[in-house]
Nanobody, 114 residues
């Protein structure tokens, strides 16, 4: 069973940047599409960025041009570079493959506040 561990979240002022990391166990990682998701209290978890095994990317309109997803298959890691952060980017961020999901990790909280 693949396990994922997210890290890199924190507090940042509007306009700032953060880089999230997601370490995954298991050799299946390199063959899996991956995504970054976020969730706020009372809301559904939404996918904000995705990347194919070969590196093709896609983004939600709300983050396009500001977030960049990348992966290092040798390190079983996927990253999310977040620039020009906005108040509405505040959420807990998770990584996982598209459905059917692996077990969800703890997530890493991102707070954008002045």
């Amino acid at each position: 069973q693949v396990q994922v561990v997210e890290s890199g979240g924190g507090w940042v002022q509007p306009g700032g940047s953060l880089r999230l990391s997601c370490a995954a166990s298991g050799s299946i990682f390199r063959f899996s599409a991956m995504g970054w998701y976020r969730q706020t209290p009372g809301s559904q978890r939404e996918m904000v960025a995705g990347i194919s095994p070969g590196g093709e990317t896609n983004y939600a309109d709300s983050v396009k041009g500001r977030f960049t997803i990348s992966r290092d298959n040798a390190e079983n890691t996927v990253y999310l570079q977040m620039n020009s952060l906005k108040l509405q980017d505040t959420a807990v961020y998770y990584c996982n493959r598209p459905a059917p999901y692996w077990p969800w990790g703890q997530g890493t909280p991102v707070t954008v506040s002045s």
